[in-house]
């Protein structure tokens, strides 16, 4: 048997986030079981959503999720888990009624494995965007074989013991959940052009990418990445189970959902990696071929905010001049790492430095 004892280190560009250890033992599983005290729609929805809970799924193995609603777990997010169960048939979400004085805090994960092996993933970490990937956390990921064995007896028994208490979601969960609310972001100042200084990144992040989009025929929002950008900025390793998770800024500051993306190797001749970027979907891409710009800023491990730029937009001639007097990383199209300075410098005004990033529910 192998146990890991892991702290999610959101500051540690080594960290495995709790979200891409989930993933990881899902990809070979049969079954998930999990029991988690809280839940948040943008924890559910990216995990569920996620194509390897999709693979799982499809293969015929059921993924069955029961969420307490103590706290935190949100009308909107039961009414996302529903949505879900209509879409995948394999999935069976489920909640806990709790009745007594004391609060339904479990947090883990059981995998059935093919062989008759088994993985277990108990920790502190809730279904919520902190409890994934933003917050220090720590996680036991414990491995058998079909010859070993983990006794789950006392988790068996309490389903059994608690069968009147867990239920399909229903309109009185759904109203039971109304009354839940999630921890609201600190209060803003009013809007204004005059950038503030950026927000603080996690020690050792910080870095801004600059990158020209090729067209790719007609699916360019699936931008081609060589390798050194992959490893050294988006800090990629294990493109199977790792994700980056992508945040769009708008001209007025304001960021968009997280949009969490794997990592995707072409096998053709170009032999390159390609992430999707949410903001030029059905965008067509611009007739005079000149090449849209896309500029990440790094505030956390594998957690970025991003800008797409098109010919036309406020700053695109300012960016481009910017990456004609920089470095650039790796083979194929122009690929520079700068920082924030510089960046103010060429364009004082970028929406990823007018606001830092929000709260996003991460508890």
Request: glycine share 8%; with cysteine.
């Amino acid at each position: 048997m192998q146990i890991t004892v892991s702290m999610q280190d959101p500051t540690y560009a080594g960290t495995t986030y709790l979200y891409e250890a989930i993933l990881a033992a899902a990809q070979s599983a049969t079954t998930w079981r999990g029991f988690y005290a809280f839940a948040t729609r943008d924890g559910v929805d990216q995990l569920i959503e996620d194509n390897i809970v999709h693979d799982l799924m499809a293969r015929g193995g059921r993924v069955d999720l029961v969420v307490g609603l103590d706290a935190i777990t949100n009308r909107p997010t039961l009414e996302r888990m529903q949505e879900l169960e209509r879409l995948h048939p394999n999935f069976a979400p489920r909640v806990f009624w709790n009745d007594s004085r004391g609060l339904f805090h479990p947090k883990i994960s059981d995998f059935n494995l093919p062989d008759g092996g088994r993985i277990l993933i108990v920790g502190s970490g809730n279904l919520t965007p902190g409890g994934l990937r933003a917050n220090f956390e720590a996680y036991t990921v414990a491995t058998a074989d079909q010859h070993e064995s983990i006794d789950l007896s006392s988790l068996d028994d309490f389903a059994l013991r608690h069968t009147d208490e867990i239920s399909r979601i229903d309109d009185a969960a759904l109203e039971r959940a109304a009354a839940n609310t999630t921890r609201p972001s600190p209060p803003r100042g009013p809007r204004t052009r005059t950038p503030p200084a950026p927000p603080t990144p996690a020690p050792g992040f910080g870095r801004i990418l600059l990158a020209q989009v090729p067209r790719a025929g007609d699916r360019w929002a699936q931008v081609h990445f060589n390798a050194d950008v992959i490893n050294t900025y988006f800090r990629l390793h294990r493109a199977d189970s790792e994700r980056v998770f992508l945040r769009r800024a708008l001209p007025n500051g304001t960021r968009g959902s997280i949009e969490a993306r794997p990592c995707v190797y072409s096998e053709g001749s170009n032999r390159n990696y390609k992430i999707e970027i949410g903001a030029a979907s059905g965008i067509p891409y611009p007739p005079d071929n000149r090449r849209p710009l896309l500029v990440f800023y790094e505030h956390q491990l594998r957690t970025y905010d991003y800008l797409l730029l098109m010919p036309d937009d406020d700053g695109y001639d300012r960016l481009l001049n910017l990456c004609n007097n920089l470095p650039s990383l790796g083979r194929g199209l122009p690929r520079h790492i700068t920082d924030t300075a510089t960046l103010a410098r060429s364009w004082p005004n970028c929406p990823l430095l007018l606001f830092g990033p929000d709260d996003h529910q991460t508890f």
